[in-house]
């Protein structure tokens, strides 16, 4: 009985909070979020966060605030690229929190070829990861989602990004993040669309699946 309610409630359009990533403000999103809205319902609030200098506590302490405020029964998310693991962390450090499903777009899981190369590379760039949120990108962690809500991962294929210039990618990637350094286990569902790691963010495509995903809790294939 308890499972047939939380199933219905999820079943209703509500809120969507959409995490950005790297160097990015959330605008980038604007396209997405539009989407989410018109054709599925839900409202969407963009949580924006200084990746530089603010660490990954600061972040989620914030986020924690954010959500808070939003006073609703039902709350999904939606992080795309550095934004999956602020949520990731988010949801770890403040488990309790209202219903909903999870959508990480281009997020790598695991340490990022790209940011790493970067960092390698980079002594300015590498001082500003070292204390700020973007550290995740680094840091070799066994994560494994054990949250209790449904996560779906979605994935490109397009190279298109600044990734390409510094990281030799040896496998399919969406320019940027490569497609197995977005998969998590414990992960509900995982899916890999023909598009760039920005481009995600303006795909009709990963618009559908990410808000069915929302709804439904899975994917169309």
Not at 64 to 75: A, I, K, T
């Amino acid at each position: 009985m308890r499972h047939a309610r939380r199933a219905h409630q999820l079943a209703i359009p509500g809120h969507v909070v959409f995490v950005h990533g790297l160097f990015m403000t959330g605008s980038e999103s604007l396209v997405l979020r539009r989407r989410l809205e018109r054709q599925f319902g839900f409202r969407v609030h963009r949580f924006h966060y200084r990746t530089v200098p603010s660490t990954m506590a600061e972040v989620v302490q914030s986020l924690q605030r954010f959500v808070h405020e939003l006073q609703v029964p039902r709350v999904h998310f939606v992080g795309h690229s550095l934004g999956g693991l602020v949520i990731y962390r988010f949801l770890e450090r403040y488990p309790r929190q209202p219903v909903g499903r999870v959508v990480f777009l281009g997020t790598p899981c695991r340490p990022s070829l790209a940011a790493l190369s970067i960092n390698r590379n980079s002594r300015i760039l590498a001082a500003l990861m070292n204390y700020s949120a973007a550290q995740e990108l680094v840091r070799a962690r066994e994560r494994r989602w054990t949250m209790k809500r449904d996560l779906g991962i979605i994935a490109g294929t397009q190279r298109v990004g600044v990734g390409q210039l510094v990281a030799r990618f040896n496998e399919a990637s969406d320019g940027t993040v490569a497609v197995s350094e977005t998969q998590l286990p414990g992960a509900t569902s995982h899916i890999v669309l023909p598009v760039s790691h920005l481009g995600m963010l303006m795909s009709a495509r990963v618009a559908s699946e990410t808000g069915l995903f929302l709804r439904e809790g899975h994917f169309s294939w």
